[in-house]
């Protein structure tokens, strides 16, 4: 069979068959030729898809390196310095698997970069997230601020990244970074009421961040508090799209 996926530009494409999902790069005007085996994966030509044999590989070895429930448990289970050390052992570990790849020389340019993207806005998701986690669980009115060692390397100008808005760890990344530094202005303080919570965080993201990234912020806290929020919030979030569309 066939089937035709309309893009405009450079995407990771989900793919579902029954109840396997696989993640594909994917180029406007390209063909990927790939098979279902019996296990129901998809099998892609290392000659033909290079890019999506490697992705195949990399998101087989580093599952656990990128999954959010997997990443807080451990947020929980360890001190900010312990979790550090491992989520930067795994980021290099992941930069040499992509370095020391038989076929790196059959790697898109593109595609390397992309993926070099999604390991370091990995690393910085989960220490930014690790404040909120345990503050969150603790219930605590102060949230714990990382050491500023840590933040020494986090370039703030280049925080708003269009191109990486197809990666995950990017939008995870948007978020908890939002999270974390409107509570640094804040005092690190907790906010006790939820829709002055919601309605500071979107002001913050208002201030830094721009275009796709703004949007999808603001999209993400309509999602998933929209029921907990004020009508006069969500019709006031709302409203930043019809501005935004103009």
């Not at 290079?50 to 360890?78: C, G, H, S």
């Not at 804040?186 to 002001?203: I, L």
């Not at 029921?227 to 969500?234: G, Q």
Request: charged letters at 25%; hydrophobic letters at 40%.
């Amino acid at each position: 069979f066939s089937f035709m996926v309309p893009l405009e530009k450079t995407s990771i494409v989900e793919l579902k068959h029954k109840s396997k999902l696989s993640y594909i790069y994917a180029e406007p005007n390209s063909e990927l030729h790939l098979k279902l085996s019996s296990a129901n994966e998809f099998i892609f030509d290392e000659n033909e898809s290079a890019n999506n044999v490697f992705l195949q590989q990399f998101n087989k070895q580093f599952f656990a390196d990128f999954d959010k429930p997997t990443l807080e448990k451990k947020m929980l289970e360890q001190n900010i310095d312990a979790f550090e050390i491992d989520v930067f052992a795994a980021k290099q570990k992941q930069h040499t698997f992509l370095s020391n790849y038989d076929l790196n020389a059959k790697l898109s340019d593109t595609f390397k970069q992309l993926i070099k993207k999604r390991i370091n806005y990995n690393y910085w998701f989960c220490l930014l997230d690790f404040p909120a986690v345990n503050a969150n669980s603790a219930k605590a009115k102060i949230v714990k601020a990382l050491p500023a060692i840590m933040l020494e390397s986090l370039d703030k100008t280049t925080v708003v990244d269009e191109e990486a808005m197809m990666l995950e760890s990017y939008r995870e990344f948007i978020a908890a970074y939002v999270t974390y530094f409107n509570s640094e202005a804040n005092g690190f303080n907790t906010f006790h009421d939820f829709n002055t919570a919601v309605k500071r965080k979107c002001n913050f993201a208002k201030n830094h961040l721009s275009g796709t990234p703004y949007s999808y912020f603001v999209c993400k806290q309509l999602l998933e508090y929209c029921e907990k929020m004020t009508p006069s919030l969500v019709k006031e979030l709302h409203k930043n799209f019809e501005i935004l569309d103009k």
